[in-house]
Structure formats: C-alpha cells, structure tokens
C-alpha cells in the first residue's frame, strides 16, 4: 500500500529542497567568485583525479592538449594527471564528459606532456618506471585504443614536439644509455610506430639537455635550460642536425623553458622557469645573426611563466603558476598588451596571496587551437579548466599600442592619460580592478590630435587597474599600477 503524504509532510519536503537547491547555487555562485578574471571567462572545470602525485599535496595534474575529430566533429581535451591521461570531451563546453582513461606505466606521476598526430595521441612521462605510450583515437566518443605500450624507443621524456610527419622528443631516457638524451627525432610515415631518425648528441654533444622545442619546417627551437636557446635544422636529406644560431646571454637568463614563433617567424616568446619570478621575453629572430631582445612581460612580481603559446592574430598566451592565463597582443613586438587573463589558482596569485615558497603550483598549461575557439587550460591542483576568451583574443584595428601613454605608472594619487593620433570624435573611457569592478566609466570627446586627462587616484587601493579606452572598431586597455 502506497504512504500517503499529508499537507504538511509535502511542505517540509518542498522546503527543504529548496533550501538543498539554494545551497548549491549559493556554493557555486561563491565559487565562481573566487576566479579572478578579465576578458576570459569560465565555462567549465573537470577534475577527474582522485590521487594526489609525490610531489606537494594537492597537485595532480600536468599537460593538457586538444583534439578535433573532423568525422563527426567533435572536440576533446587529454589531460595528464597523477595516474594517466583522461579523455574529455568538450564539444558541449558547459557540460565536459570524461570519455575514457588511459593508465600510465608510472602511477605516481608528476610530469605528463601530450600531442596528437593524425588520430592518435602521443603520451610522455618523465617519472621513473614510465613508458612511450600511443593511443588511437578515432574510436572516441566510445573508447580510446592504445596501439603502442612500450619502453623499447625510450623510458622517460620530458617534452615533445609535431612538425609535420616527425616526432621530436626532449630529455630522453633510454635502456642502456647513461643519462637523459638532449633530443632525438621519429619520423611518423607509421603513426602508430615510429622509427627513430636521429639523435641531436650525435651532431651537437654540447648541447646537454633540450628540455622543451617548438619546431616549425625543421627549424628547432630548443630551450636547453641552462644553456639558453638554441636554434638547428634538421636536414631531412641527410638526416642531420645543423646549428643555425644560439641565444644564451640575455637580460634575466634563467633555465630556458620553453618557446613558441609568431606565424611570421619574426618573433619568438619564451620562458625562464628557473629561478621564480622571471619576465617572458619577445626576441626578434627575423635575422639569426642579429638576435634582438624586443619587449619582456611579467604578469605580477613574483609569479612565474610556464609555457606560451601564440595564435594566428598574434596573440601571446601564458600559462603561469600561481596566475592562470595571461593574454597579450604581441602585434607589436615592441610593446606587448594585455588583453584578458583568468586565474585558475583562485587561492594564490592575483587574489594577493603568493606562496614564495611554494611557487610553482597553479597553471601548468593551454591549448586554444580547437575550431570552436574554447581555450583548455589544466591547473595542478584544480583540474580541467575551459574558459572562453573571446574578448581577449579580439583582434585590435586603427591604432598601436604607443597611442596610449599612462604616467606616472606605477603612480599614486593621480595618473594622466595621453592620447596621440586619435580620430576626433566621441569615445568611452573606463578603471577596472583586477576583479574587473568598474571603478570608472564615462565618455568624452577628442577633438585634437593630442587628448589629455587626469584622474584623481588617491582614494583607489594599492593595486592593479586596467585604463580601457574604447571607439568604433577601436579598443584598447592599459594596465596602471598603485603604490604608495
């Protein structure tokens, strides 16, 4: 016989479950508060690992990559974590779906690099007891086949690297040999076995340690930590390794991390991982005899770049501990603008609260190659991260970043804004706060080619604040800085 439930009974229950719905909005609306964001925003996050890897509590994941099946076009994110990779589709980006799990050979992991070739996903690991793994993945959203499972190329690599039909892979470990390898090459006729084509110790033993490349025609990019960049050739006529120039007495030299080139060729970003804190810096590699340092970035002091990638529109994006994401437009390889950032390490970094002595946590890396224009990003400790950063990756039109001059910055109780070579005619000008609070919005008039205004600063907070001015077809944000 079924219960029968009286008026009362109905109530508390309907009560309470709104009380329980109230309580998840309320905690989910609390939560997003806490990313600190600017022109990027959050669309979802996935944290499919349970596990915590050896090295800090709490930090589970490494690289992420992305994926688009031109079949049924659909889109996924591989992530690497403590355990393995995890296969997430993301083709709704508000409703991400872990589809599958390939295990890695290590099960305590700190370091994971992914890239795909084809349909199939290239797995590395630099832990001890790792393997080279190759997954198929044309049987997704289903499943994913592993077709190669094995340490007979190599145990351990710390990065790798696709151009075209070749495989490039970074501190390699093999049976046998003593040491990691700088860097060896596999050529990908057979995807899903590659045939190893040369090692960069047989032409350049010098060269030590290739911890990360960025490979464009053959032409390398080798972030050779310590010993800066250098830039080779890979001649596939002879099968050999060709210096073309090096980098490795620059302003703030560090453990070269990693790079990426500008579509042009002209302009290559890298980072210094080592020691904390270091700028990113643009170089000019149009003419390899004459490298030129052209403009470094810094999200905050004390915050350290991982790896940078660029888009087609010329814009510079930043993984960075303990910041998240940083945008720039490098169109201009003289003066980078920021144009969006999102900080996925909500408890550190641009909510004011740098772990110095723990900085290397937060942002490990981004994908923002996938036809949908979702930006990936994965985060140590939080997960899967998939923002839309459409906003800041707008492309700018009608004006240069020296058209705008803020000073004195950092300033204190007041800053002026200079305008040069500005159409006359009526714009919009607005402060935001990192949280991106409007502080102060209004419109004026330009009616001269050199435009002045002064604000009254002395009642904002210590901080940074974005200067946004906007027009038809025209936007452009500053970034000014307040101390005491």
Request: some cysteine.
């Amino acid at each position: 016989m079924n219960k029968r439930i009286n008026f009362f009974e109905k109530r508390n229950y309907i009560n309470s479950l709104l009380f329980f719905l109230i309580v998840i909005l309320i905690s989910k609306n609390f939560l997003a508060q806490n990313y600190v964001q600017y022109n990027i925003s959050l669309l979802s996050v996935v944290s499919p690992e349970t596990t915590n890897n050896w090295y800090a509590s709490q930090t589970k994941y490494a690289g992420c990559y992305g994926w688009h099946n031109p079949i049924d076009n659909r889109e996924y994110a591989i992530i690497g974590s403590t355990k393995g990779n995890h296969f997430i589709e993301v083709s709704q980006p508000q409703n991400p779906i872990v589809r599958d799990f390939v295990p890695g050979a290590s099960q305590n992991s700190l370091w994971r690099e992914i890239k795909t070739y084809q349909q199939y996903a290239y797995l590395v690991s630099d832990d001890n007891g790792s393997k080279f793994q190759i997954v198929d993945m044309s049987y997704l959203p289903d499943s994913v086949h592993i077709v190669y499972n094995s340490s007979a190329l190599f145990t351990k690599a710390h990065t790798l690297f696709v151009d075209g039909n070749k495989l490039y892979c970074g501190g390699v470990s093999v049976i046998g040999a003593s040491g990691a390898i700088s860097m060896v090459v596999y050529d990908l006729s057979n995807p899903a076995n590659p045939v190893l084509l040369r090692s960069l110790k047989q032409d350049y033993p010098s060269i030590t340690y290739v911890h990360d490349m960025f490979v464009k025609n053959d032409t390398i990019y080798a972030s050779a930590g310590n010993q800066g960049l250098y830039i080779l050739k890979f001649n596939t006529t002879t099968n050999t390794f060709n210096l073309l120039a090096d980098y490795t007495s620059y302003f703030e030299a560090g453990y070269n991390h990693s790079s990426y080139l500008t579509t042009d060729s002209k302009t290559l970003a890298f980072c210094d991982e080592v020691p904390a804190g270091l700028t990113v810096k643009l170089i000019d590699v149009s003419d390899l005899n004459n490298i030129q340092l052209k403009d470094t970035i810094r999200s905050h002091v004390g915050s350290t770049a991982h790896n940078p990638y660029i888009t087609n529109s010329n814009h510079l994006i930043v993984s960075y501990y303990q910041d998240g994401v940083y945008i720039y437009d490098v169109s201009n390889s003289n003066n980078a603008q920021i144009t969006g950032f999102f900080d996925t390490d909500y408890l550190h970094g641009l909510n004011d609260n740098y772990s110095f002595s723990t900085p290397y946590r937060g942002c490990w890396g981004v994908y923002p190659y996938l036809p949908s224009g979702i930006l990936l990003a994965s985060d140590m400790q939080n997960g899967l991260f998939v923002l839309d950063a459409s906003e800041a990756l707008k492309i700018k039109t009608n004006t240069t970043e020296k058209d705008v001059v803020l000073f004195p910055n950092p300033g204190n109780d007041h800053c002026i804004i200079a305008l040069n070579g500005f159409k006359k005619g009526k714009y919009k000008f607005s402060v935001s706060d990192i949280s991106g609070k409007i502080i102060l919005n209004e419109e004026f008039d330009i009616t001269s080619n050199l435009y002045k205004k002064e604000i009254n600063t002395s009642n904002l907070s210590d901080g940074i604040y974005f200067v946004q001015i906007a027009g038809e077809n025209l936007s452009i944000i500053k970034k000014w800085v307040k101390t005491n």
